[in-house]
């Protein structure tokens, strides 16, 4: 055994051994003992005359085997034993070997550490009161709100890990604070002064997806699925995300500031001309005027653009959401109707379009009013476009009395239908 580091350096020497020794090693890793059977290809005369020595057998054939017991036997046979097999292949490859197993749960077992490191963390930093600690302790003992995040992050770089955590962390201590004053952030201001860098906490990066994980848990919130849920989330915990990007396209509909009529508005409406509104054009926004006593709402831009030059004359409000409802179609909607005017909404009715309104109604309840989308809208407006399964799918969760009776005809016909089909119906109502 004294001379296990001797036998290492004598068969380091001899590159005959080299494959027969990468061999070794996999299968002590593999059994944590001499076991299993090796198996070399193509080798060469002087490496099966080598190996052959040890193992007490003559090769003749260029694909050789043996198992890993044959060879430790054969070394107890050399000038060097007794040798343990195991110190010998850590002197030969210069590390320490530990069994895949073993490797394993040693991994698991810093896994862990992390883990509580970063709870240990938050604790000194925050206090056990904290929304962060307890978003923590989640994490480890429930394995969820962000648990397989960290955990990924974690194997491609632990320092970045750790450092992606506490961000995290001090995100939700931050807002936690913040939310004691009703106070509100831009996203890119608000990342910027945790991380340095204003994109940090973007919808899709890894620290953004940590951060949908932490609010969710503090505010006992489910994941969003889209966009629009997205930004409601971080609304809810007073992170302001881009103002911009969120329009809808209105015409005929005025807005109020404390100081009055916005005049932009009013000269659009004076002219019937269509504009596009933004979450940041609501900001001042404090209610809203329709012309006429009731609002019409459009889901397709086309249509909106139909309707439009088709209706001149007409005292009208129309709005286009452009597909799923955003945040600024969501909050004018509100608007409107707490101005007392009721609203008729129309969409496509396909799965995604039926699921829109169905939506709408379940948020909004009676104020909004389901239009042109009864069974005979759907015969009037079809197409030829099948409806796949997930769309069947879909169409079972639709709960609006009308809306469900329609469902139930698009599950026998199994198309699509949309409101271009019905373009003169539409025009005809306004």
């Known amino acids: ?205 890894a620290a953004g997806q940590l951060l949908v994980h932490a609010v969710c848990f503090w505010k006992k919130a489910e994941l969003p699925e889209n966009a629009h849920q997205w930004r409601e989330l971080l609304q809810g915990a007073g992170i302001v995300p881009d103002n911009v990007s969120s329009m809808l396209h209105a015409c005929g509909l005025r807005m109020k500031r404390k100081d009055g009529w916005h005049p932009a508005y009013d000269a659009f409406c004076t002219l019937k001309e269509p504009y596009v509104i933004t979450m940041e054009n609501l900001k001042e926004i404090t209610g809203v005027q329709t012309v006429g006593d009731c609002v019409y709402v459009v889901e397709n831009e086309m249509v909106f653009t139909y309707l439009l030059n088709n209706a001149k004359e007409e005292n009208l409000t129309l709005l286009c959401t452009s597909g799923q409802l955003r945040a600024v179609a969501l909050e004018l909607i509100r608007m409107i109707l707490a101005s007392g005017v009721r609203i008729y909404y129309s969409g496509d009715i396909d799965p995604d379009g039926v699921g829109i309104a169905d939506r709408l109604w379940q948020k909004f309840g009676d104020g909004i009013q389901i239009w042109r989308m009864t069974p005979e809208d759907y015969e009037s407006s079809l197409s030829g476009e099948t409806i796949g399964e997930i769309g069947m799918t879909k169409l079972g969760n639709i709960k609006n009395p009308l809306l469900r009776e329609t469902a139930e005809h698009m599950k026998v016909r199994r198309l699509a239908a949309y409101q271009e089909n019905i373009l003169e119906d539409l025009l005809g109502d306004l």
């Open 1 to 205: 055994m004294f001379n296990s580091k001797e036998c290492a350096g004598y068969f380091k020497s001899q590159e005959a051994y080299r494959r027969c020794f990468l061999e070794l090693r996999k299968k002590w890793k593999s059994y944590g003992k001499a076991a299993g059977r090796i198996t070399l290809r193509e080798t060469t005369e002087e490496e099966r005359r080598a190996i052959g020595g040890v193992v007490g057998k003559v090769f003749y054939e260029k694909d050789i085997r043996f198992s890993a017991a044959e060879f430790e036997q054969g070394l107890q046979k050399t000038r060097f034993a007794p040798v343990d097999l195991k110190i010998v292949l850590e002197e030969y490859f210069g590390e320490t070997l530990s069994t895949n197993q073993g490797q394993k749960q040693e991994q698991q077992q810093k896994k862990r550490e992390y883990l509580e490191g970063l709870c240990d963390y938050f604790l000194e930093e925050a206090g056990s009161e904290s929304a962060a600690v307890s978003w923590m302790q989640e994490v480890i003992f429930a394995r969820k709100f962000g648990y397989h995040i960290l955990l990924r992050e974690y194997g491609k770089d632990p320092v970045q890990a750790e450092n992606l955590a506490r961000n995290a962390g001090h995100a939700l201590m931050k807002l936690e604070s913040a939310q004691m004053t009703e106070s509100e952030c831009p996203l890119a201001v608000f990342a910027a002064e945790i991380s340095g860098n204003p994109h940090y906490f973007d919808r899709g990066t």
